[in-house]
């Protein structure tokens, strides 16, 4: 009677291997997700602002420009006053 051989038990992957490959496949599908979810990027403001008289670093021109900033319009106009 012939003996059989024992079989090696089959090597299983290491729980680090299983875990890098979770967490690699994990962060892409967040990044994908997040991707998605943010619009695209368009630096350039939509709304043309009205020329402002006032000259540059007076109070009222600050005030003119942070309004302009919280409204998403461009910050200068050609026609605003320079000197």
């Not at 299983?18 to 991707?35: G, H, L, M, V």
């Not at 368009?42 to 600050?62: C, F, R």
Request: aromatic share 4%; net charge positive.
């Amino acid at each position: 009677m012939r003996r059989r051989r024992r079989r090696k038990p089959r090597q299983l992957p290491a729980v680090s291997d299983i875990s890098d490959a979770i967490r690699k496949q994990a962060a892409s599908k967040i990044r994908n997700e997040i991707d998605q979810s943010i619009p695209p990027f368009d630096p350039q403001p939509e709304k043309k602002p009205e020329p402002t008289h006032y000259p540059p670093g007076s109070l009222e021109k600050i005030s003119v420009l942070r309004k302009r900033a919280e409204q998403d319009e461009e910050l200068w106009h050609d026609n605003d006053a320079c000197h």
